[in-house]
């Protein structure tokens, strides 16, 4: 029987607080049994001056046990770290680098502290896992603030320790255990069961690989249960994690970057080219939505470096030989003004019959070194005479989509990504994207 009642694989409780400090970019309190830590992250627009001019960033860490962290005051550190700390802050800052990467977080520092706020075993182990997750939210709000256009956490990084106690293998060590343990390890590991960092040490006698491979066996068990706990923990900030890659959509309206997000997520983690640093402007001079979309995708692409995709899509009216066609945003003079394209959209088509239209769409994908991939698609409709809905953009509330008897102002956005025009064109993207990631 263990000192806490616990089987031999099975770990301490853990439970992590996020946004524990308001005033940190990132940050959580992490307990695991009675060990508790508060880890922090700090972004400074700088980095050491090794890298300066090399386009790459740095993450480092500093650790510390707060004086009451142990049942007698520990001294503070001076301008001197003891060195055990030194020894701590060295790996938790080599783990967490493994987490991201350097060149996609760019000319910046992220520091890591983490604070022993109480130490009952496992507090190096328990700074990574929280400094792990302090560091994920660190990263969702540089993308949030627009500062990257995407996550540069590439892997999820946890760690426990294990050890022989009374020649028995054990998870997750209490102090209790470490203090007279027969053999010592920490595991550090990323998602892929891969190992980042393993110590170990036999400190009362040698270990067997027969021990060796149950303790393994135990830190790997252990750690996949810690990254759930981290995932939890973090919730939507999880997706930050190893995130899909970018694909920055060459448009401003909102509206069309929600949809696309939405159909691609599958296949990319979709930003706005504003995300990467372009704002235009872009010469949509072609007579054509393909020719307009891959003017975009193309322009947005060789700015930045990243793959793009450009969408370019309009109204098409039987009774009036397709107007407004390539013109839809446009269509009155001021681009984007959906009000006054509408009025003038009623005021020509008064007194026809023929109601028939259709709206089209154009997606160009264009991936560097690559030729530009166009996918279309269209829905047919009928023109209203007055406008339905409040949903939508453009010429939403004129366009009935008959087999649903509603506008695409009057449904909701999973009815209408269902059904639409852009629907339809991403359909066909998607397939050809399928055909790329098995190819």
């Avoid at 922090?40 to 650790?63: D, I, M, N, R």
């Avoid at 830190?219 to 706990?229: F, H, P, S």
């Avoid at 690559?370 to 004129?398: H, K, N, S, V």
């Amino acid at each position: 029987m263990r000192f806490d009642g616990r089987a031999p694989d099975e770990k301490r409780t853990v439970s992590i607080e996020t946004d524990f400090v308001h005033t940190a970019y990132g940050s959580c309190l992490i307990a695991t049994g009675n060990t508790r830590v508060i880890c922090t992250a700090s972004v400074e627009e700088a980095v050491p001056p090794f890298l300066k001019g090399k386009g790459q960033g740095w993450v480092t860490a500093e650790y510390a046990m707060l004086p009451a962290s142990t049942t007698e005051r520990k001294k503070r550190d001076g301008i001197k770290k003891d060195g055990r700390s030194v020894e701590i802050q060295r790996l938790i800052g080599r783990a967490l680098r493994q987490a991201v990467d350097l060149n996609a977080l760019g000319e910046r520092t992220i520091t890591l502290d983490c604070d022993v706020l109480e130490a009952d075993g496992g507090t190096r182990t328990a700074s990574i896992t929280g400094a792990m997750v302090a560091l994920t939210c660190a990263a969702e709000r540089l993308v949030r603030e627009k500062k990257l256009p995407i996550s540069p956490i590439v892997h999820q990084v946890a760690a426990v320790s294990a050890g022989v106690i009374d020649d028995v293998p054990c998870l997750d060590l209490c102090y209790q255990e470490d203090s007279h343990a027969q053999v010592d390890m920490n595991f550090v590991m990323n998602e892929k069961g891969e190992f980042i960092e393993l110590q170990g040490t036999g400190e009362g006698r040698a270990f067997t690989a027969k021990e060796l491979d149950t303790l393994t066996e135990y830190g790997a068990k252990g750690i996949r249960e810690l990254m759930d706990a981290q995932r939890e923990a973090l919730g939507e900030r999880a997706a930050h994690i190893a995130p899909k890659p970018l694909l920055l959509v060459a448009t401003g309206n909102e509206h069309k970057l929600r949809e696309l997000q939405e159909m691609f997520r599958d296949f990319y983690t979709l930003a706005p080219m504003t995300a990467a640093g372009f704002f235009g402007p872009i010469d949509e001079d072609a007579d054509t939505f393909a020719g307009n979309a891959a003017i975009k995708a193309e322009a947005v692409c060789r700015a930045t470096g990243y793959p793009a995709i450009g969408d370019d899509s309009g109204l098409e009216v039987d009774a009036l030989d397709g107007e407004p066609g390539v013109m839809s945003a446009r269509y009155a003079g001021e681009h984007g003004n959906d009000e006054a394209n509408n009025d003038l959209l009623l005021s020509r088509m008064e007194g026809k019959e023929n109601r028939s239209c259709a709206f089209r769409c154009a997606l160009a994908l264009k991936i560097p070194g690559q030729d530009t991939i166009i996918a279309e698609g269209r829905c047919p409709g009928t023109l209203l005479t007055e406008r339905r809905g409040t949903g939508g953009f453009g010429y939403d509330p004129l366009f009935l989509y008959e087999p649903m008897n509603k506008t695409y102002a009057e449904m909701n956005q999973a009815e209408k990504n269902q059904v639409s025009h852009r629907f339809r064109a991403a359909e066909k993207m998607r397939e050809i994207m399928r055909g790329m990631h098995n190819s």
